[in-house]
């Protein structure tokens, strides 16, 4: 009996019965995914055409390197403090400058190229500064660096810091609004809030 209760549910008049639409007698056209309209990452509209990006202005790469030095520096002043604690209270007499001179040079170059170029070839594209500002470090077409280029783009802030800062000066009067390290590394800095 109860096969036939549930064959009778199931019949092709009931209404519990699986419902499938003719295709030539509906009306709307099926529905699009709304991942259709959503931008890909690189910014493009979803018709494929190119859109240019729009490029970091010079207030804005100011602004991140500001907060990117205070984020930074304030870390490594602490840093200093508690090493200089360290090196008074329980280093050797004669090892201070030997622990001094690689704490200098941690501090110089080592901790500083780790923090720009690990973080700019993240996932996130960009420091904690670039990142409040709202900016991130691409490639020329807009994709995500590697270390090796992030790296590089953080060693050839050098040169453009060496002819008084005329690397750095030249970024709002380039066409693509880079810096001497951004055209010698291939990258570009990109709003990414546009």
Avoid: W
Wanted: proline share 9%; hydrophobic share 45%; net charge positive.
């Amino acid at each position: 009996m109860g096969g036939r209760l549930l064959k009778g549910i199931f019949s092709k008049g009931n209404l519990l019965a699986p419902f499938k639409p003719d295709p030539e007698s509906t009306p709307c056209p099926p529905p699009q995914s709304d991942l259709a309209r959503i931008p890909d990452k690189a910014g493009l509209p979803p018709d494929g055409g190119e859109r240019p990006p729009k490029f970091a202005s010079f207030k804005q790469r100011l602004l991140a390197f500001l907060l990117d030095g205070l984020i930074l520096y304030g870390f490594l002043f602490l840093f200093f403090i508690i090493a200089l604690y360290l090196i008074m209270f329980f280093a050797p007499k004669n090892m201070d400058t030997i622990i001094i001179n690689i704490y200098l040079a941690c501090q110089i170059m080592t901790i500083p190229t780790l923090y720009y170029a690990l973080q700019e070839s993240s996932a996130y594209q960009a420091t904690f500064g670039k990142r409040i500002v709202g900016i991130r470090v691409a490639t020329l077409d807009g994709r995500q660096i590697g270390f090796g280029r992030a790296l590089a783009r953080f060693l050839f802030k050098i040169p453009s810091a060496l002819p008084l800062l005329g690397g750095f000066l030249m970024q709002p009067f380039s066409e693509k609004k880079q810096a001497l390290h951004d055209i010698l590394a291939k990258t570009l800095v990109i709003d990414s809030r546009s």
